[in-house]
């Protein structure tokens, strides 16, 4: 079992900057981060394999950087906030399919509780 803690959420005005946290029991061949607003779809934002290299989703590419370091913690770099980023953050960790990490939430196993980022304008 993996044991997932995401932090550093909060609020922030439009064009601001947050830099989420997700600290992991494990390590797994990909780390991913998803969001979900309410009344909307879980989306998938950005995951990163072992060797480091990032995948983002065209909605935060170029804006938000996923990154990793050697003690199983996963961060998320956001900058240039807008209101449609507001919503639950999650991160999840979870195994290499055809070799990749993706985006789609199927591919991941463990689950964090997530971290509310509210963006305002």
């Known amino acids: 079992q993996v044991h997932l803690v995401e932090s550093g959420g909060g609020s922030v005005q439009v064009r601001g900057s947050l830099r989420l946290s997700c600290t992991s029991s494990?390590?797994?061949?990909?780390v991913a981060w998803f969001r979900q607003a309410p009344g909307k779809q879980r989306e998938g934002v950005a995951s990163?394999?072992?060797?480091?290299?990032p995948y983002y989703s065209d909605s935060v590419k170029g804006r938000f950087a996923i990154s990793q370091d050697n003690a199983k913690t996963s961060y998320l770099q956001m900058n240039s906030l807008t209101p449609e980023d507001s919503g639950m953050y999650y991160c999840?960790?979870?195994?290499?399919?055809?070799?990749?990490?993706?985006?789609?939430?199927?591919?991941?196993?463990?689950w964090g509780q997530g971290t509310q980022v509210t963006v305002s304008s």
């Open positions: 990163i394999t072992l060797g480091d290299y």
């Open positions: 494990e390590w797994t061949d990909c």
């Open positions: 999840a960790r979870g195994q290499y399919v055809a070799q990749r990490c993706g985006i789609n939430g199927e591919q991941y196993e463990y």
